[in-house]
């Protein structure tokens, strides 16, 4: 079974593109996930890259930013791929079904417009 749950902070803005044709919504962001141990003490992390689609794309843009803690429901997927030089590469990303917002926006203004949104996931919603 494929599920990811992870608890951390977004490490930069997300970002939001349309693609062309069907005119879905796929937002990018980078989570920082802190690590349980250290041998040194310092506090480590690891980097996550999560990407969502359409309306928990759109959400997740307009609700939050780099810094913002969150829960995220998913599971992984492998991306491979052929460069122009025939040399093979392989990533892989968390795809996010859904995002629960751990904290509140910094700032008082933004904190009247806040609404938390619990979305649930179609198999429509992600392209493959």
Known sequence: MN????????AKEPTL???EGSGSSVAKFDLAVNKDYSKDNDAKADFFNIECWNKLAESVVNNLEKGRKVLIHGFLKVNKWTDENNKSHKNILIVATRIEYLDYPKTESDKHNFEPVDM????EDVIF
């Open 3 to 10: 599920l990811v749950t992870l608890t951390g902070r977004l």
């Open 17 to 19: 593109k349309y693609l």
């Open 120 to 123: 649930n996931f179609n198999d």
